[in-house]
């Protein structure tokens, strides 16, 4: 099991056990998890920033690392056919 599925068990322990209250550490744990998943779902760091409320890109980028393939998929755009719009003759 990896740092995060531990992570989202652990949250998903402490909502579930029948206490009627989450803790700071859960909800930051919560938190984490909504984040790194955003990332490793394909959702862009800005808008994950926007999402957390971070008011600086640099506290968002502890998730980048979960998405290694984006500069691939950055680059692989690039293969893709641009779109010509046909004009009717008129």
């Given at each position: 099991?990896?740092?995060?599925?531990?992570?989202?068990?652990?949250?998903?322990?402490?909502?579930?056990?029948?206490?009627?209250?989450?803790?700071?550490?859960?909800?930051?744990?919560?938190?984490?998890?909504?984040?790194?998943?955003?990332?490793?779902?394909?959702?862009d760091l800005r808008?994950?920033?926007?999402?957390?409320?971070?008011?600086?890109?640099?506290?968002?980028?502890?998730?980048?690392?979960?998405?290694?393939?984006?500069?691939?998929?950055?680059?692989?755009?690039?293969?893709?056919?641009?779109?010509?719009?046909?004009?009717?003759?008129?």
């Open positions: 099991m990896g740092k995060d599925e531990y992570l989202y068990a652990m949250a998903l322990r402490a909502l579930f056990d029948g206490r009627n209250s989450v803790s700071i550490s859960d909800s930051m744990i919560l938190r984490h998890t909504f984040a790194s998943h955003l990332v490793m779902k394909g959702v808008t994950v920033a926007k999402l957390m409320g971070h008011r600086d890109i640099s506290v968002t980028m502890r998730y980048a690392h979960l998405a290694p393939d984006h500069l691939q998929a950055a680059v692989d755009v690039l293969a893709q056919p641009i779109p010509v719009e046909r004009q009717s003759a008129g």
